[in-house]
């Protein structure tokens, strides 16, 4: 049998991105409740509306903040398993550091306390490929060192191993998911903090060429976020516990690529604008990150299945449809 079978879930930050998709992924099976705690920072009503017409699926209605404790016990009494997607995003942590601690490691803090209080059978904590840096080995495994050197990842780490102290301590199960670049449709598009497949696709639908730094060779992982959310409920179904997985296609693709890929899907004649890196820049970006996945398919069976031409094409259509072209 399932572990979803009849389970009582809460999704913490379940109107997110890759939240709101965990929530359609586990509406799949035969669960009892979802229930989706949301401070709405960076959750969307719009991502979460075909779920809630699913009478299994509420929206918790009394606030939804990892920082507020009382809340967060209230929502998550009862419940049988926890997904954990509540973040500052990268560049927001850059510039808001204090409050990234706040919500990223106090917040999680938050999250795991009110798990081991609940009795919570399981722990799903999305964590991030920023944990790793820059890569030494391509592609990076599981065992890859922590060069990070930035906010995000730093909250990140924190994260990973408060998990594994409140395992060793209290017994609390969890599992965590080191995501590579996640995209697809519901991911922020205007935002100043949007990721690069949005950047690009706003200024090709601007007629405006899109703008790559350096001479575009840095390459990354990109997953489609379905895959990411199959992914998330296969971990909980799974019998692992005190485990990080990548999360990614083990595919490398530089950002000359991708914008070239972009371009033709597009059928645009837009030429690339090639910028020089900053001073800053070109000392903290990550030039390298793609991530092994022989460890998730070992352990899990997960393989990824969509491509990343046929995640774009699902993303630009959204984007025509929903008017964010």
Known sequence: MSNLTNAKILVIGGAGFIGSFVVRELLKENVE???????????????????????????????????????????????????????????????????????????????????????????????SAS?????????????????????????????????????????????????????????????????????????????EAPMINGDGSQAYDFVYVEDVARFNVLALNSNKTDEFYNVGTEVQTSIKELCDTILEMTHSNLKVNYVPYSAEDARRLVQNRIGSNKKALADLGFQPKVSLREGLQKLIEWRKSSGKK
């Open 33 to 127: 409740e979802v229930v989706i705690y949301d401070n709405f920072t960076r959750g969307k009503m719009d991502n979460i509306a075909e779920a809630l017409n699913d009478g299994r699926c509420s929206l918790y209605p009394h606030g939804g903040d990892i920082r507020d404790i009382d809340v967060l016990n209230d929502a998550m009494r009862g419940k049988d398993y926890v997904f954990h997607l509540a973040a500052m995003w990268l560049l927001h942590c850059k510039d808001f550091p204090r409050t990234a601690f706040e919500v990223n490691i106090g917040g999680t803090f938050n999250v795991l306390e009110a798990c081991v209080t609940h009795k919570i059978k399981k722990l799903i904590y999305s964590s």
């Open 131 to 207: 944990v790793y840096g820059d890569a030494v080995e391509i592609p990076m495994t599981e065992e890859h060192p922590f060069n990070n050197r930035n906010f995000y990842g730093a909250t990140k780490i924190s994260g990973e191993a408060m998990c594994r102290a409140f395992y060793d301590r209290f017994g609390l199960s969890y599992v965590g998911l080191r995501y590579m670049n996640v995209y697809g449709p519901g991911q922020d598009q205007t935002a100043a903090y949007t990721g690069v497949i949005p950047i690009m696709l706003n200024k090709v639908d601007a007629n």
